[in-house]
């Protein structure tokens, strides 16, 4: 079946630390999202990719950076410059210039220790 | 800039009833869409049903449906014969069709949704 999947679902970082969040998809979409969510505040874009090799920051990308070096991968990392990183992180697809919704992953919960 | 608002943060409906989730938006664009998504306890977001602003039906998906009121930028979300697997969160969200952002979402805070047995 073709999806979206977030890994790892639950992650935690010592302060100071970078961590890699995956989000691999098998729709052959071309454009890739990354949302953070926190209580009461829904949710905000990090960075988005149209294309491979192309993307762009969202209105929350201080202290996160992505690649896109392959159309079915997006992953997104969280740099200690980041000075709150524990929140809910979700990726999602969607086919380029279709205005369908978009497909989403799991999520991964990521907590500072 | 858009914004869409959500005014009920929680809402409760009985099993089998009908219950209406709000939804507003500004915008000075024509052409846009209008999404609902449904975020259940394992937090995987699930589109419920999507309007398109040309369009003047109102969308229906099985016993999910919309009131799109263009004039008045509402958008409310209507669930009949409510199921207990229908207690969510509830997210509304927008998105303009054209200019460079066209594919970002505006969402909502969303509406949390019980439904009583």
């Known amino acids: 079946d073709g999806g979206i999947t977030q890994s790892p679902k639950y992650l935690f970082r010592k302060e100071g630390q970078n961590v890699t969040l995956s989000c691999e998809q098998n729709l052959n979409h071309d454009a890739m999202y990354w949302y953070r969510q926190d209580p009461g505040q829904g949710l905000r874009l990090i960075y988005y990719s149209q294309i491979v090799n192309d993307f762009q920051k969202g209105d929350i990308a201080e202290g996160y950076s992505v690649s896109r070096e392959k159309k079915e991968s997006f992953p997104l990392t969280v740099t200690s410059a980041q000075k709150n990183p524990t929140a809910f992180y979700l990726c999602?697809?969607?086919?380029?210039?279709?205005?369908?919704?978009?497909?989403f992953g799991s999520g991964t919960r990521l907590t500072v220790v | 800039a858009q914004t869409v608002t959500q005014s009920q943060p929680e809402m409760s409906v009985q099993e089998a009833e009908t219950v209406t989730l709000s939804c507003t938006y500004d915008?000075?664009?024509?052409?846009?869409?209008l999404f609902w998504y449904k975020q259940p306890p394992s937090r995987q977001m699930i589109l419920v049903i999507r309007?398109?602003?040309?369009k003047q039906q109102n969308a229906t998906e099985n016993r999910f449906s919309v009131n799109f009121q263009k004039a008045a930028k509402s958008f409310s979300l209507k669930i009949s014969d409510s199921q207990l697997g229908d207690a969510a969160m509830y997210f509304c969200a927008y998105r303009r069709t054209k200019g460079g952002n066209n594919r970002k979402l505006i969402w909502g805070l969303g509406t949390s949704l019980a439904v009583n047995p």
């Open positions: 309007q398109e602003a040309y």
């Open positions: 999602a697809s969607k086919e380029q210039d279709i205005n369908y919704g978009y497909t």
């Open positions: 915008t000075s664009e024509s052409d846009y869409y």
